[in-house]
């Protein structure tokens, strides 16, 4: 199947501004990584002079976790949105009424979910090295932060951990009809990857860059997956008049 | 779209082309519901075919059917010269353009922004003048930055028109496009109807507004979840309404039988018992003289001697009530 770009960057265009004229998603994208920056900066300035080399590994551990959950949180804001938010505003029909196909459609709304997400996540990791080195009075917070290990899995699974948020939330608010339910729904969803990031943070495996490569293909294949699985429950029949397509 | 025929298409122009839409015996069934069923029938290029029927009659259905949004349970179509397949869905979604009951803008979003969406999603290169066009036949230009959450419900429906001309469409489906607007917003929107009319855009409106239908289209399909008739409205008048003239008297006549059966273009005469007759003629305008003649060789003095009008409403209604399963309109 022949993807149209030009399609997908019509709908990341309307949805960019769309977003930035709702005070509820710019009011939640503003609040939550601002949520998520408390609990890691406690814990950097918790850690004394005096706290061991693997307290403080362990500490940086759990720092890493928590900063994983916003790309994960973020974007389900959004994404939850993406499909039962088009159909309460009566804007769904018309634009299944165009050339647009389903893949299009849903891959546009999950660029355009998943740039902020990655952005924000960058920016938060960022903030925390920058406060680990200004503020952290044990010296080893910040070279352990900024370990190879921990630098490549930010990068690597910020977006991959929001690439499966996405999808997720996607595939529930295809699925559902209130807005509500499917938001309650995508955030508990996009949690499950963050337990395998969890068993890393806590030396349950030791981190190394072959574990967050393999960690990371993992993710990258499920994504692929998801947006394929996601794609084939994008039912027009169902969601434009509620009743499944009965094929003759 | 709007440069691409201008003045109005004359009728055997647009039989000379090939059919903008072919539907043969189209079925759809939501499980145990019927939607429509076997439904047949042609549109023509050019041509403004209105799809009439009371609240769920299958309408919106039909027009969704054919829209590729819905699957049909058996049947074929053919739109816009492609036929109506899975396959074909894309195909045939750039090349027409579906009008809903609402119009379903981005309210945060402005007139340009919303139209700007669907150019880029019928792969319109260069479309600021295409946009600026389809603002300038639905007369929204000095509306164009305005959010689409700040317009009126009329306002909202050029809109909704303004986007549906965008690409060009070989056909444009237009469901209950008046719905739920007041007199004035109503006859802004049957003006840009005639318009297209008068350009010759394939149009196939739905609604069960009947002077909106008798005003605008070229045909008229009756739709009460089979189809009940197709045709011109004067057609559909004659098929369904026998010829007739309305004799009015200053008195009654003393030998009415004695005048009426004596005249050979009058098949039958009945009377309201007053000095009114109704008389069942084969052709109007050659019986009407000789009723005349008639009447005033026996000495009558007559009011008046006229064909009643059936309208489309009357039409509708005859068709309707023939439908023992037909819900309350």
Not at chain 1, 172 to 201: E, F, K
Not at chain 2, 13 to 36: I, N
């Amino acid at each position: 199947m022949r993807m149209n770009t030009g399609h997908i960057g019509a709908v990341v265009r309307k949805e960019v501004r769309d977003y930035r004229r709702s005070r509820s998603v710019v009011g939640t994208m503003t609040v939550l990584p601002l949520i998520f920056l408390v609990e890691p900066t406690l814990v950097i300035l918790r850690l004394s002079p005096s706290t061991s080399a693997g307290a403080v590994q362990k500490s940086v551990g759990s720092v890493f976790l928590l900063l994983l959950i916003a790309p994960a949180i973020i974007p389900a804001v959004i994404a939850t949105y993406s499909v039962v938010g088009e159909r309460e505003q009566g804007t769904l029909e018309p634009l299944l009424t165009t050339p647009l196909r389903r893949e299009e459609l849903l891959l546009g709304k999950a660029v355009a979910a998943i740039v902020p997400a990655i952005g924000i996540a960058y920016l938060l990791f960022a903030f925390i090295e920058v406060i680990a080195r200004i503020f952290a009075r044990n010296a080893a917070v910040a070279p352990a932060l900024w370990a190879g290990p921990h630098v490549l899995a930010e990068i690597l699974f910020a977006p991959l951990i929001a690439g499966w948020s996405i999808w997720v939330c996607i595939g529930i608010s295809a699925r559902s009809s209130d807005v509500r339910v499917a938001q309650q729904l995508g955030t508990l969803a996009s949690l499950p990857p963050l337990a395998v990031v969890a068993l890393i943070s806590f030396d349950v495996f030791t981190p190394s860059v072959t574990l967050a490569v393999v960690f990371a293909l993992v993710l990258l294949t499920a994504d692929v997956a998801l947006w394929r699985i996601v794609s084939a429950m994008f039912d027009r029949e169902r969601l434009i008049t509620g009743a499944k397509a009965l094929r003759p | 779209m709007v440069e691409r025929v201008p003045g109005h298409r004359a009728e055997a122009d647009r039989s000379s082309e090939p059919p903008a839409l072919v539907v043969d015996h189209l079925t759809k069934r939501f499980g145990g519901r019927t939607a429509f069923e076997d439904v047949s029938f042609t549109v023509t290029s050019g041509e403004v075919f209105g799809f009439l029927g009371p609240n769920g009659a299958g309408k919106t259905t039909t027009v969704r059917t054919l829209g590729t949004l819905v699957a049909p349970t058996s049947g074929s179509a053919v739109v816009a010269g492609i036929p109506l397949t899975a396959d074909n869905g894309t195909e045939i979604r750039q090349r027409i353009s579906i009008m809903p009951e609402n119009p379903g803008l981005y309210v945060r979003l402005t007139v340009v922004e919303n139209l700007e969406l669907f150019a880029g999603l019928y792969g319109l290169r260069n479309h600021g003048p295409r946009i600026d066009q389809a603002l300038e036949a639905v007369n929204l230009t000095a509306r164009a930055r305005d959010a689409c959450g700040s317009l009126s419900k009329g306002l909202r429906q050029r809109v909704g028109l303004a986007r549906a001309l965008l690409n060009d469409p070989a056909v444009m489906f237009l469901d209950e496009p008046t719905s739920g607007l007041d007199p004035v917003a109503a006859r802004e929107v049957h003006d840009l109807i005639n318009g297209l009319r008068q350009r010759g855009v394939t149009v196939f409106l739905t609604t069960h507004r009947l002077e909106e239908a008798e005003r605008l289209c070229h045909r008229v399909a009756i739709l009460n979840t089979t189809l009940r008739s197709v045709g011109r409205t004067d057609e559909l008048r004659q098929s369904l309404f026998r010829r007739s003239l309305v004799v009015e008297t200053v008195a009654p006549l003393d030998a009415p039988d004695g005048v009426f059966s004596r005249t050979a273009a009058v098949e039958s005469w009945r009377s309201d018992g007053t000095a009114t007759y109704m008389l069942t003629v084969a052709d109007p305008r050659t019986a009407a003289p000789a009723v005349t003649r008639a009447l005033v060789a026996a000495g009558a003095d007559v009011l008046s001697i006229s064909e009643p009008h059936h309208s489309l409403e009357d039409v509708y209604l005859k068709l309707i009530d023939e439908d023992p399963e037909a819900p309350p309109a």
